[in-house]
Every structure is written in C-alpha cells, then in structure tokens.
T-cell receptor, first 110, second 113 residues
Framework: QKEVEQNSGPLSVPEGAIASLNCTYS??????FFWYRQYSGKSPELIMF????GDKEDGRFTAQLNKASQYVSLLIRDSQPSDSATYLC??????????FGSGTQLTVLP | NAGVMQNPRHLVRRRGQEARLRCSPM?????VYWYRQLPEEGLKFMVY????????ESGMPKERFSAEFPKEGPSILRIQQVVRGDSAAYFC???????????FGSGTQLSVL
C-alpha cells in the first residue's frame, strides 16, 4: 500500500462546477496535510494546509480532513480553466518531511 | 526575489559524468529538502538538511548520490557517474523549520544522454 494515494485522473469538470479531489494516507500518526498545485513544467505551489479534523476554507478552496478515516480532500468551487493542473496531496508524519501522492490531473473545460 | 533559487534550470550530462545541482533557500530559511520527480509521477523525497547537517537521507540512493548544505553557500545535490535513469526534475524546497510548509524552487531538469 502506498503511503499517500490519490486517483491519478484525469478528472474533467465543466467551468463553474465543483471539483473534488481525494487523498488517503496510511500513517495514522500523520499530523499535517497539504495540497499543492503544479502546472505542467512548473514547480509545486502550496494552496492549502490543514491540521485539524473538519473543514478549512480559503476563497474557492476547501480542505477537508477526517483522521479517523485517514482521508483528506480538496474541493474547488466555481472551477475555472486556470485551475487546470495537477494537484498533489502531501502528508507530514513523524519524520518531518512531506510524503507526496502521485497527483490528480484536473482539467476544467470552458 | 527572495524565493528558493535553483540552478541550473536545465542540465545535460552524458552517461558517466557528474551532475551538480544547486539550491539557495528562501531568505530566513535554514531547512532544505530535495525531491525528485519522474515524468507523470509524484515527488519523491530524497534528503533533508539543515546548515552543516544531514537530518534525514532515507530517500537517497545508496550509491552515487550525495548532498550537502555548508555553513556558507547553497545546498548541493551531487550525482556521480550519471545514468539515463537519473533523468528527472529535481526540486529543492526550503522551510523555516517551524512547520512543514515547504516553498519550492523552480527545479533543475536533468537530462542524461
């Protein structure tokens, strides 16, 4: 079992819709959870982080964490074509370094 | 721009040569991480360093790869006797050590001919 698992996609949603990206992790001791966006040929960019169970909202982005289920998700409301990118889920455990999933490729169709 | 600086942006080497990748962390950051990304794959952790110390090198291949972060100057990821399988994007990230929020550099694309 991979430490951090994501559906590779591709995920396609129409412009204005909600995009839902999911991630599961195996280390129950994980404390911090991150979502990075990576455009093709570019470096990862941090867009959300969450430490506690529940929801955290920032603009059009909402991160959701359920530690009991070892599940973290990212919702993007009112999706725009500029949101088309690969979204990487990352988890920090006791080792103090981030473990990344393989990413979900999102395409927002105009 | 006080972000994470990596150079070179692109590096071409022939099999058997050495590759040196440099990373200067964001101003005020003293923690450096190196990650490798193969095409269509996620980021794989390689090594975590603080000034003059290797904190975690659990992701480094046992041979040919080494990393340092000297008291003065950038962090260096060194790959000796490169092989075609080393071709990848190598990203450096830095943090201030208070959390795990990492700021990434623009990466070095290594191509081994």
């Amino acid at each position: 079992q991979k430490e951090v698992e994501q559906n590779s996609g591709p995920l396609s949603v129409p412009e204005g819709a909600i995009a839902s990206l999911n991630c599961t992790y195996s280390d129950r001791g994980s404390q911090s959870f991150f979502w990075y966006r990576q455009y093709s040929g570019k470096s990862p960019e941090l867009i959300m982080f969450i430490y506690s169970n529940g929801d955290k909202e920032d603009g059009r982005f909402t991160a959701q964490l359920n530690k009991a289920s070892q599940y973290v998700s990212l919702l993007i409301r009112d999706s725009q074509p500029s949101d088309s990118a690969t979204y990487l889920c990352a988890v920090a455990g006791s080792a103090r370094q981030l473990t990344f999933g393989s990413g979900t490729q999102l395409t927002v169709l105009p | 721009n006080a972000g994470v600086m990596q150079n070179p942006r692109h590096l071409v080497r022939r099999r058997g040569q050495e590759a040196r990748l440099r990373c200067s962390p964001m101003k005020g950051h003293s923690h450096v991480y190196w990650y490798r990304q193969l095409p269509e794959e996620g980021l794989k952790f390689m090594v975590y360093l603080q000034k003059e110390n290797i904190i975690d090198e659990s992701g480094m291949p046992k041979e040919r790869f080494s990393a340092e972060f000297p008291k003065e100057g950038p962090s260096i990821l060194r790959i000796q006797q490169v092989v075609r399988g080393d071709s990848a994007a190598y990203f450096c990230a830095s943090s201030d050590g208070t959390g795990e929020k990492l700021l990434f550099g623009s990466g070095t694309q290594l191509s081994v001919l």
